[in-house]
T-cell receptor, first 114, second 111 residues
């Protein structure tokens, strides 16, 4: 059973369109992270959301943490080809208080065509 | 300078061989990790070391043995490689509960 469900799995859109990807779970998390991974590279952290209902903006990216801290969404406005990549959500499983046992969703592979 | 560097970038080898992947971080972090990403891009933690001490050891075959000679290095040795070991292996580091920094990955292909 996948603890973090991401949807959609694949998304192909034209430049300028808006999109939303989702990360859902039946578990409650103290925080949730979003990463972007480009081909041939490791994931890079975009944002961490901590408070239920929290909204964070990173230029054209808007991240929201659900009120119950079980889900999150990432909305991209006016997508550009540079947004192409694999978007991963991740949440921490406690292992003696040490971060790093992040469980990852399977990702949303986004392709933005010019 | 690269914050988390791992070598080699690509590793092609025959089944049954033993191989190592090296990882170094120059961020001064106290915790280092190994993650495995399969062909479907699913990323899963394998090991975590804090100040050279093993903290997390997920269910991986004992053919995989991490070694941390010092805080800045965490190497991964794999014995008797199998076809199913083919994947991309990522090293990462963090300082306590702060964010993870990933290396650029080692693509392992077992033939």
């Amino acid at each position: 059973t996948q603890l973090l469900e991401q949807s959609p799995q694949f998304l192909s859109i034209q430049e300028g369109e808006n999109l939303t990807v989702y990360c859902n779970s039946s578990s409650v998390f103290s925080s949730l992270q979003w990463y972007r991974q480009e081909p041939g590279e490791g994931p890079v952290l975009l944002v961490t959301v901590v408070t239920g209902g929290e909204v964070k903006k990173l230029k054209r990216l808007t991240f929201q943490f659900g009120d119950a801290r079980k889900d999150s969404s990432l909305h991209i406005t006016a997508a550009q080809p540079g947004d192409t990549g694999l978007y991963l959500c991740a949440a921490e499983m406690n292992y003696g208080g040490s971060q790093g046992n992040l469980i990852f969703g399977k990702g949303t592979k986004l392709s933005v065509k010019p | 300078d690269t914050a988390v560097s791992q070598t080699p970038k690509y590793l092609v080898t025959q089944m049954g061989n033993d191989k190592s992947i090296k990882c170094e971080q120059n961020l001064g972090h106290d915790t280092m990790y190994w993650y495995k990403q399969d062909s479907k891009k699913f990323l899963k933690i394998m090991f975590s070391y804090n100040n050279k001490e093993l903290i997390i050891n997920e269910t991986v075959p004992n053919r995989f043995s991490p070694k941390s000679p010092d805080k800045a290095h965490l190497n991964l040795h794999i014995n008797s490689l199998e076809l199913g070991d083919s994947a991309v292996y990522f090293c990462a580091s963090s300082q306590r509960n702060e964010k993870l920094f990933f290396g650029s990955g080692t693509q392992l292909s077992v033939l």
